[in-house]
């Protein structure tokens, strides 16, 4: 029963924000850190976003200075604030969870949550 729940997806125009949530159940994200990747269709799971256990932010090109990744350890979650959203964000967003450090080692990813879908469109 260890497992993440995305949420906060949905439709958003170019431009727009959203805030994604990333919830673990079972276990404590204290001493994980905790990564965001999306899917396309058609396309590799990608990395995004990442944030250690110590809350030190990690951000790839194409999302950096849009996206604001923190977290809530009372909380036991994960957040990204998404902003100036682009057609080309639309995708299935993931969050993980590895332990202590981020890395861009996919598999080495320990848990996973289902996937919350993010569709930019006008």
């Known amino acids: 029963q260890l497992q993440l729940v995305e949420s906060g997806g949905g439709l958003v125009q170019p431009g727009g924000s959203l805030r994604l949530s990333c919830a673990a159940s079972?276990?404590?994200?204290?001493?994980?850190?905790v990564g965001w990747f999306r899917q396309a269709p058609g396309k590799e799971r990608e990395g995004i976003s990442c944030?250690?256990?110590?809350?030190?932010?990690n951000y790839v090109d194409s999302v950096k200075g849009r996206f604001t990744i923190s977290r809530d350890n009372a909380q036991n979650t994960v957040y990204l604030q998404m902003n100036s959203l682009k057609p080309e964000d639309t995708a299935a967003y993931y969050c993980a969870a590895t332990p202590v450090q981020c890395h861009g080692t996919v598999g080495l990813y320990q848990y996973w949550g289902q996937g919350t879908q993010v569709t930019v469109s006008s």
């Open positions: 079972g276990f404590t994200l204290n001493s994980y850190a």
């Open positions: 944030i250690s256990d110590s809350a030190v932010a």
